[in-house]
């Protein structure tokens, strides 16, 4: 049986941790948070199964407690390398290729699916946790591992101008491999500082996991993304239901941006809308007015659109219990 730990996000919530063997920096783990089982039959209720972005970790327990609500149960991956999965001898949020996930996104499929016993399961992914999503639910579309995706601001192509995005992108390919761990950009992110309590913002996080300055973005890292990018564009088979949610519009990510806090200022929205048609043949896309780039994040009106958007798409697509099934005893 798995053992759950205590986790840091307080009372309600526990983790544990996957081993994934080594690489060549050393012993590689990630990390599946929960809710605390309340004494409920939690496994008649389909699981969400969530993978954050880049410069981030789960720690949105109020998506936990929104999808609870309607009848579904929360999961969270830390992938390797990143938030709770990071160890000091390793390179922050460090991959040179997106099939490098494949390993835990399994283990953590099997998890719920096998020993939590539950019979139904939605993956849900924000950022480059959504372009990462997508190919993995490409590759199960012959399988019967997932009924949905829920896609949260999915980074589906390079927010640049056509040079950085064609030529540069070229270059990166061919002189990713040969040092990897190159640094290409470093620098604080506006939008990433503001949402923060400590920085005006509504959000009590672990600012070592989540530094408002960011992690550095590598060649290697940005080369798998890159590649991946490129293998959507050319087209995606995903063979269950698709939710994409985005903001309605785009913006800098800048103080001097006078929407910051009401528009994705990472992303470009109209990309996004553009590539969810290349996921396959059932993908329902929504525009959430006044959105940040995560979503869940965003500010109290927009916040509850996006959840009640979630929810009610998945009361469609991906049923809960039957009123009463959910609160029998284990």
């Given amino acids: ?47 969400v199964l969530y993978v954050h972005g880049f410069n981030d970790y789960f720690f949105q327990t109020h998506l936990g407690e929104a999808l609870r609500a309607h009848g579904y149960e929360l999961y969270a991956l830390d992938l390797r390398k990143c938030g709770r999965s990071l160890r000091p001898w390793q390179t922050p949020h460090s991959c040179t290729d997106l ?16 020993e939590l016993g539950h019979r139904r399961l939605v993956l849900m992914g924000h950022s480059t946790g959504g372009l990462l999503a997508s190919l993995w639910a490409h590759s199960l579309r012959e399988t019967d591992v997932l009924d949905a995706l829920v896609l949260n601001s999915p980074w589906f192509d390079l927010n640049a101008r056509w040079f950085q995005r064609v030529v540069a992108t070229r270059v990166l390919d061919v002189a990713g491999p040969l040092d990897p761990k190159r640094v290409l950009a470093d620098g604080p ?21 989540k530094p408002p300055e960011g992690f550095p973005v590598r060649a290697g890292w940005l080369r798998a993304v890159r590649r991946g990018q490129a293998r959507l564009a050319r087209g995606l088979d995903i063979g269950v239901p698709v939710l994409v949610c985005s903001s309605a519009s785009s913006g800098p990510n800048t103080a001097a941006n006078p ?11 109209r990309q996004i809308a553009t590539r969810s048609a290349l996921l396959g043949p059932d993908v329902t896309l929504v525009r959430i007015p006044d959105g940040v780039h995560d979503l869940s994040l965003s500010a109290p009106a927009p916040r509850a659109l996006y959840l009640e958007t979630v929810t009610r798409w998945l009361e469609a697509r991906v049923p809960g219990p039957e009123p009463g099934q959910a609160d029998r005893a284990v």
Avoid at 193 to 207: F, P, T
Avoid at 259 to 269: K, M, S
């Fill in 1 to 47: 049986m798995t053992r759950w730990e205590p986790d840091p996000l307080g009372a309600h919530w526990q983790q544990t941790t996957l081993d994934l063997g080594a690489d060549d920096e050393g012993a590689v783990v990630a990390t599946v948070v929960r809710a605390v089982p309340d004494g409920t039959a939690v496994a008649d209720r389909p699981a």
């Fill in 99 to 114: 099939l490098d996930y494949v390993p835990e996104l399994t283990a953590a499929a099997a998890l719920v699916r096998g």
């Fill in 189 to 209: 992110s506006e939008y990433s500082y503001r949402l923060h309590v400590a920085h005006g913002g509504v959000w009590d996080y672990d600012l070592t996991l």
């Fill in 259 to 269: 929407d910051l806090d009401r528009q994705d200022t990472i992303l470009d929205v």
